[in-house]
């Protein structure tokens, strides 16, 4: 039994933030690069574990399978207290957490889903989705600035959307945008970019 979790992921994707949480609870894995828009065998072995096509899609020591970023994070955070992903049961911030985590991948992230490639969905009248989606998606960032602390978004405590802001904010509105209107977030941000455990996967995606 292989004691390395296995990361199926794709560069500057939200893979990347699976991937920031392995690193900072230290957990070993392989990684492997998967273009899960084209046909090809990695994305054939991407289909078999996963039937959505979608990354991060990753593969536990022992074999199982788990997708989902905010479902492997809870995992690593109930596997692996010490790496600190969220805060403790008991802890009155972690109500918080919870519900701006599941707000970050209920409702922000699905705007990527429909908005990058709208004719997928909607055909012709594609250009008018990925306008709202863009819309709506600086609308909730800006929600999200409303209730960011300082210098962490849970304030003194860090956590895992510490890490989700780190690699959003890389994506459409991009960090200009940020500085300019949500600057809490912006901050933090560049916060995580300063992680040195961080350097080189951030190298790695987004340089």
Not at 28 to 45: I, L
Not at 123 to 141: F, I, K, S, V
Request: charged share 25%; with cysteine.
């Amino acid at each position: 039994m292989t004691q390395r979790w296995r990361m199926l992921g794709c560069r500057g994707c939200g893979s990347a933030i699976v991937e920031s949480v392995l690193v900072i609870a230290g957990l070993p894995y392989e990684r492997e690069e998967v273009d899960y828009t084209q046909k090809g065998p990695a994305r054939d072995r991407l289909l078999a574990l996963n039937p959505l096509g979608q990354v991060p899609t990753v593969v536990l020591p022992g074999g199982k399978v788990m997708s989902e970023s905010a479902a492997i994070i809870l995992h690593i955070d109930e596997t692996h207290p010490a790496a600190c992903l969220l805060p403790k049961v008991g802890d009155p911030l972690r109500s918080d957490a919870l519900r701006w985590l599941i707000f970050v991948v209920s409702a922000i992230y699905p705007t990527f889903t429909y908005g990058d490639e709208p004719e997928k969905w909607i055909g012709d009248a594609g250009p008018m989705l990925r306008e709202a989606t863009h819309a709506h998606r600086r609308a909730l960032w800006k929600q999200l600035e409303s209730v960011t602390g300082a210098p962490w978004f849970l304030g003194e405590t860090r956590s895992a959307l510490d890490l989700y802001i780190g690699v959003m904010t890389h994506w459409r509105p991009r960090r200009d945008w940020f500085e300019a209107e949500c600057p809490k977030l912006f901050a933090i941000a560049k916060a995580i970019d300063a992680d040195p455990r961080l350097t080189t996967l951030w190298a790695a995606n987004f340089d």
